[in-house]
């Protein structure tokens, strides 16, 4: 995992809490799956006590688990973790304080509020959770399988996500109505940027669980056995794998999204 120790606070600790669960689901309808609000503003997050840090203010829940990603919310006091080698690929978005980075064999940067960061797997060096007069906070998404032990991220350190194309500029166009843009392709995760002008399509066994955040525009999602849920900017969601349902998208020129999913 990472920084608190590799093996608490965003990657590991989440990794070895997926892993003694299970993978298994339920059956039932498969339907969207929203990251509820109240979380993301840092409520309702349970505190856990960290075996290397007994005394360190730490806080964190699984809000999701699929066939494919797993998603957390991770909270701490201002904190320095030592990490020899982070063994997982991570998506982050940082939600409050500061993230202070001093690579093994590089310059010290920081993340702040706001950011969309990778952090690739190998990576060794410093990650210092600054919560600033409290609390720092993060959201996670990592996969629920791990790469083959021989693979090599391209990334040595982590890194803010391209700001230009999550802010909808220069985007690829893939057709008339279709754009798409990889941020970044690692060892166990891809991260995307997705655009359409607005269009209604169904979708029949959805073949990835992906994980989404509407950047512009609004998603209206109805499952062939469920409830029509709507998605506003700045919204977050996972789409699981096999859904099956109507989608509605609808954007001021174009509806954006960047979308996490396994490799």
Request: proline fraction near 4%; glycine fraction near 8%.
């Amino acid at each position: 995992m990472k920084r608190n120790q590799i093996i608490q606070g965003i990657g590991v600790l989440s990794f070895l809490a997926f892993i003694s669960s299970g993978f298994a689901q339920e059956k039932e309808a498969i339907v969207p799956f929203k990251i509820e609000d109240r979380l993301l503003s840092g409520m309702d997050i349970p505190k856990l006590k960290l075996k290397a840090h007994p005394d360190r203010e730490y806080f964190q829940k699984r809000i999701y688990q699929g066939s494919e990603l797993s998603v957390f919310i991770l909270s701490s006091e201002t904190a320095v973790n030592d990490i020899p080698n982070f063994p997982i690929d991570e998506f982050v978005y940082f939600l409050n304080g500061r993230a202070d980075i001093e690579p093994k064999d590089d310059k010290e940067f920081s993340f702040f509020a706001g950011d969309y960061i990778f952090v690739p797997k190998g990576f060794s060096g410093k990650w210092i959770n600054n919560g600033g007069n409290t609390y720092h906070l993060e959201l996670s998404v990592i996969s629920n399988t791990r790469s083959d032990s021989t693979a090599i991220s391209k990334a040595k350190i982590p890194f803010v996500l391209n700001k230009d194309r999550i802010s909808g500029i220069q985007l690829t166009q893939l057709g008339s109505k279709k754009y798409k843009d990889v941020l970044y392709h690692g060892v166990e995760l891809e991260v995307t940027t997705e655009s359409e002008i607005s269009c209604e399509m169904e979708i029949v066994d959805q073949p990835k669980e992906e994980f989404i955040h509407v950047l512009a525009g609004v998603l209206t999602i109805t499952p062939k056995s469920g409830t029509t849920q709507t998605f506003y900017r700045g919204d977050f969601f996972v789409l699981p794998k096999g859904f099956t349902g109507h989608w509605k998208s609808e954007g001021h020129d174009l509806c954006r999204t960047l979308r996490v999913k396994q490799i």
